[in-house]
């Protein structure tokens, strides 16, 4: 009988509002979705009911009475788009509790990117946590680069972050950002973070207008996907990956998984 993997994706849940449509947005809600699709267990009351119609396990979303849950406003207005996120919302005050420490010992893999460690006390909580399910070396601990809330990176903070990580995931301008003069050699530049840092796996996005094509680097392989993702469905690509991976699928064939979720 097969069982059922536990995947947290710890970060930022937010409301979304676009074009005058308001929904569940935010890296741990995004792939809390994908984890639920995908069959697997992922872990504000307008917020929570839409959270609730993606069929997304709410027991572990913490909420806070006295912060507003955090919204992220995008309006398109002479061909520009713009966007705006609560200053400070509830998922910048998440607390360590014993409900935490359950759920870390019993991660098998967990997601975090940049945007919700802007605040010092959920970025130290997001620390403690992916030492928590790491101590055992029994979760993957997967950093999504590309979740960050604008296109400028702090390339010291960035690397507070590729200190709890196995698998980083980064579009070509956060790598080149992290690697000073790799500016459009992105497979140099992630080959640099693999013999320079802990970070195992580089999983590469290279974007063009809404479609990303995937290269993931380890130390002795390269692997290319022949086909393009759409960027929409980027969460959808990196569960299937990830899911791969925990299944012990080689990296290429992990690759190909991926870019097929799509589909």
């Known amino acids: 009988m097969s069982r059922e993997r536990v995947i947290v994706s710890i970060g930022e849940a937010l409301l979304a509002e676009r074009g005058g449509q308001i929904e569940a947005g935010g890296l741990a809600l995004a792939y809390a979705t994908q984890a ?6 992922g872990a504000g009351d307008q917020l929570l009911g839409l959270a609730r119609e993606r069929g997304i ?13 955090g919204r992220l406003i995008t309006r398109a207005l002479a061909g520009r788009t713009n966007s705006t ?15 935490m420490v359950d759920l870390a010992q019993r991660a098998e893999a967990v997601i975090f990117g940049q945007l919700a460690r802007r605040n010092g006390q959920t970025k130290s909580v997001i620390k403690q946590f992916l030492l928590e399910c ?18 400028a990176l ?8 590729l200190e709890f990580c196995e698998v980083l995931v980064s579009d070509e301008r956060g790598l080149s950002s992290l690697v000073p003069g790799s500016a459009g050699d992105s497979p140099r530049a992630a080959r640099e973070l693999l013999r320079s840092t802990g970070v195992r796996i580089v999983v590469l996005c290279m974007r063009k207008d809404q479609s990303q094509r995937l290269s ?17 469905a980027h969460e959808a690509t990196m569960m299937r990956l990830i899911a791969s991976l925990l299944d012990g699928q080689p990296l290429a064939a992990s690759v190909r998984v991926g870019s097929r979720a799509a589909s």
């Open 57 to 69: 396990d709410v027991e572990h979303v913490q909420t806070d009475p006295d912060l507003p849950t």
């Open 36 to 41: 639920a699709v995908a069959g697997f267990r």
């Open 216 to 232: 993931a680097f380890t130390r002795d392989e390269t692997a290319d996907a022949s086909e393009e993702s759409p960027v929409s």
């Open 154 to 161: 702090d390339r010291a903070e960035v690397a507070t972050g």
């Open 134 to 151: 790491g101590s055992g070396g029994a979760a993957l601990r997967v950093f999504d680069l590309t979740n960050r809330a604008g296109e």
């Open 85 to 99: 996120l609560t200053a400070h919302a509830a998922f910048d005050n998440l607390q360590w509790d014993f409900d």
